[in-house]
């Protein structure tokens, strides 16, 4: 067996961590926890990454790229209703198909606000950019018109909130949504 490049270390890391850091949140997760998983020392973890922050900075990049490269990918050539129902539709298949990502992007907006509150901004200002790259990818599909983005990115948050509550998919709660939402809904967190 080949030995792993420390390129391809660092992506290992960067999937372990995202499954720890979205069942234990940034401060929940050990670095050991990480290193663990992956099967390296805390030493080695630490030439690849200076330090925690960077851990978790690099899986919310990884996060929002998959999340912005699938809407890229779906939505190329359409605009209007069909981008949006391509775009909600991969989500939905994104979430169902993989629960920790959702988990991952809930963890994200807490870490934030709980790192502003003590004063660290780099955080923030990683999720608020990748937030923007991703209002940005949906926002030209949908005409530039800023209401339907800002209608499409708060139901997706909405169905962020529900499925991370457990709402069952036939719940009256996901009546007014996609079709494709009430998919997400099936997930079990």
């Not at 509550?165 to 079990?188: C, K, N």
Request: aromatic share 8%.
């Amino acid at each position: 067996m080949a030995r792993m490049s420390a390129e391809e270390r660092r992506e290992s890391v960067i999937r372990a961590a995202a499954q720890e850091f979205a069942r234990g949140g940034y401060y929940g997760t050990s670095t050991e926890t990480i290193a663990k998983k992956v099967g390296v020392s805390q030493p080695y973890l630490f030439r690849l990454f200076p330090g925690k922050k960077a851990i978790f900075l690099a899986t919310v990049h990884r996060c929002m790229d998959d999340i912005i490269r699938t809407f890229e990918e779906v939505s190329d050539g359409l605009e209007g209703a069909e981008a949006m129902t391509a775009m909600a539709n991969a989500y939905a298949r994104l979430v169902t198909e993989d629960p920790d990502r959702l988990l991952m992007q809930m963890q994200m907006y807490v870490t934030v606000a709980a790192a502003e509150q003590a004063g660290d901004h780099e955080l923030g200002e990683a999720v608020r950019a990748g937030w923007m790259r991703l209002w940005d990818i949906v926002h030209l599909p949908l005409g530039a018109d800023v209401t339907e983005t800002t209608n499409f990115m708060a139901r997706g948050m909405l169905i962020n909130s529900l499925v991370a509550m457990g709402f069952p998919p036939e719940h009256r709660v996901w009546a007014g949504l996609y079709p494709s939402a009430q998919d997400a809904g099936r997930l079990e967190i």
